[in-house]
Structures are given as C-alpha cells and as structure tokens.
T-cell receptor, first 115, second 112 residues
Framework: AQTVTQSQPEMSVQEAETVTLSCTYD???????LFWYKQPPSRQMILVIR??????QNATENRFSVNFQKAAKSFSLKISDSQLGDTAMYFC????????????FGKGTSLLVTP | DAEITQSPRHKITETGRQVTLACHQT?????MFWYRQDLGHGLRLIHY???????NKGEVSDGYSVSRSNTEDLPLTLESAASSQTSVYFC???????????FGSGTRLTVV
C-alpha cells in the first residue's frame, strides 16, 4: 500500500497568520490523486482541496493552497489568513488511478489556531 | 439534497456481542467504504464495495464483515465485538475518479 506521511503531529498558528502542513507519500506510479481533508471537533470529515498528479498547476481553494512537488513526492497544504474555525485535524490522502478508489490516509496533523 | 447517514452516532456494547453499524447514502454512488479512526493511526480501511454484491477486504478487516444488497446501503458487522474494536467508524461513498469521498458523521463504538 502507498505510504502517506505527515511528520507534524501538532501545530499551532496565530489568527491571521499563514501556516504550512507537510505531507509526503511513496508511490511508483506516475498518475494519482492527492487530497487534504479537515476534521473539526464536530468529527465531520470535510474535503479541503484536491490535486491531480498530472496537472502541474498547484490547486487553490480560497485561503487554502497546495505546494505539489511531484519529483519530491511532497504535497503540503498552506492556510493563509488563519481563522479560529480552521482549528481541526488535517489529513493528507492518496488515491491510485489504476486500481480502485480506496483512499490511503496519513495519521493527521492537529492544528490549533489561537487568538 | 443527497446525503450519507450513519447510525447510531454512539453505541456501547459488551465483549462478544454481534454489532451492526448502518450506512445509507442517497448519492447513488457505486463505491462505498468503511474506515476506523484511532488516535495515532489516522483512518484505516476496513472493507469496501464497488457495487451491489461486490465486497472487498481492506487492511484491517479481521473481525468485520459487510454485505451489499443494494446501492444505498453498506452495513458493517462486528461478528464478536472485542475491546480492540473500540473506535470511531466512518462510512464514505464516492463517484470514483477524480472525486474524493463524501463521509458520514461517524459512529463512536465502545466495547466494554
């Protein structure tokens, strides 16, 4: 199975600041999909952003953007202008394109946004 | 609006009992999944299905089973509950590539 590694178990950032969450993965495939999910204290899993590996351009969704470095197998999430509502667990996930639709998740990064 | 619902939201059961967690989706997705979430492990795949009568084992399938008799439902059964199965369980569905998952709100199961 593909390995997804999130090396930062916990992070903290002040409101209005920018924070970057790291994710690396291991695969021998050339095409795949990468995702970031947010899990606030409510427990609901929310899709934040998606990246298709064959696209060079980094995905962006409002204050959330990714830095996708395919050669380095890195997929970091940048949150700009952090808000208190961004406090959550964030999961990086990998999906193959040639064998089913199962998502392989990292262990997560707990982000705390402080006033 | 389409949705995916899990029930119950919380459950306490005794060791050795059979337990079934329900998952129902109205997205008309062929692909459905069960994960468990444990601190320090993230989400791990238990079972998945790509259509009616199709079921497959994930990485942590021991002690669990699923059946798919229609598109909407994928119930997860713990044959004989064990304390190691105390966890939060998530059901999800997907339309396939390039989409991600839509998740249910989870079931917190405690085995005492």
């Amino acid at each position: 199975a593909q390995t997804v590694t999130q090396s930062q178990p916990e992070m903290s950032v002040q409101e209005a600041e920018t924070v970057t969450l790291s994710c690396t993965y291991d695969t021998s495939e050339s095409n795949y999909y990468l995702f970031w999910y947010k899990q606030p204290p409510s427990r609901q899993m929310i899709l934040v952003i998606r990246q298709e590996a064959y696209k060079q351009q980094n995905a962006t969704e409002n204050r959330f953007s990714v830095n996708f470095q395919k050669a380095a197998k890195s997929f970091s999430l940048k949150i700009s202008d952090s808000q208190l509502g961004d406090t959550a667990m964030y999961f990086c996930a990998f999906m193959r394109t040639n064998s089913g639709y199962a998502l392989n998740f990292g262990k997560g990064t707990s982000l705390l946004v402080t006033p | 609006d389409a949705e995916i619902t899990q029930s119950p939201r919380h459950k306490i059961t005794e060791t050795g009992r059979q337990v079934t967690l329900a998952c129902h989706q109205t997205w008309n997705h062929n692909n459905m999944f069960w994960y468990r979430q444990d601190l320090g492990h993230g989400l791990r795949l238990i079972h998945y299905s790509y259509g009616v009568h199709d079921t497959n084992k994930g990485e942590v399938s021991d002690g669990y089973s699923v059946s798919r008799s229609n598109t909407e439902d994928l119930p997860l059964t713990l044959e004989s509950a064990a304390s190691s199965q105390t966890s939060v369980y998530f059901c999800a569905s997907s339309a396939g590539h390039p989409y991600g998952y839509t998740f249910g709100s989870g079931t917190r199961l405690t085995v005492v």
